[in-house]
């Protein structure tokens, strides 16, 4: 009976502990997205479907599905008011000249030790390799990025991507998610670098 007691115990702390974690995880994404909006770019969050993140996940039944239930990486996007029509959703062009602040949030991955860690910077140079206007807004393509994260991150803070749908090159910075203890940290570790980086990339 003892056990049984205790394996509740145990179910109750680890849900709440993990509900606890995603909402502190929301509260930074607004707060970086409070940031950015007073910048003289006026930064929106990108919203291909409604006021939310990317993440790659399932409800489905098998091992590999169930492993999906939980999400373990998410990801958000942002770009100036004017290269964007905003609303419910936004619609950004694929062009020349585009560029999106992406901030990636990983949680756990398959590493014993991981540290939660999130890489926030630039994507520059993107291309749509589909061709023609199919697939031709930026929103398309953030849950591509979560369900090919694999072969698209790796872990690297700086790389160039292709494949038959998107080519971008990108330069995010990594800092450990719990290292982000308040406001200050937010804005020296995550917003202050993000858009030097932002307005440095050509």
């Known amino acids: 009976m003892a056990d049984k007691k205790r394996t509740i115990e145990q179910c109750k702390l680890a849900f709440d502990f993990i509900q606890k974690l995603f909402h502190e995880v929301s509260y930074l994404i607004k707060e970086v997205e409070g940031n950015l909006g007073r910048e003289l770019e006026e930064f929106v969050i990108g919203k291909s ?33 004017n290269v964007t029509k905003d609303g419910s959703t936004t619609s950004t062009n694929i062009n020349d000249d585009l560029k999106a602040i992406y901030l990636r949030i990983v949680l756990d991955d398959d590493s014993s030790g991981f540290e939660p860690v999130i890489y926030s910077g630039v994507i520059f140079n993107i291309k ?5 206007t199919k697939l031709s807004k930026f929103e398309n393509y953030p849950y591509h990025f979560e369900i090919n994260e694999q072969k698209i991150f790796r872990g690297k803070e700086k790389f160039h991507y292709e494949d038959n749908y998107i080519a971008f090159d990108s330069e995010l910075k990594k800092v450990n998610l719990f290292d982000i203890t308040d406001s200050d940290a937010i804005m020296r570790e995550i917003v202050e670098p993000t858009l030097s980086l932002f307005r440095a990339t050509k």
Not at 128 to 132: K, Q, R, V
């Open 49 to 81: 479907s409604g006021y939310g993140i990317f993440a790659k996940s399932s409800l489905g039944l098998d091992p590999g599905g169930v492993d999906l239930w939980l999400r373990r990486k998410m990801s958000v996007f942002f770009v100036p008011k």
């Open 128 to 132: 749509n390799t589909l061709g023609g």
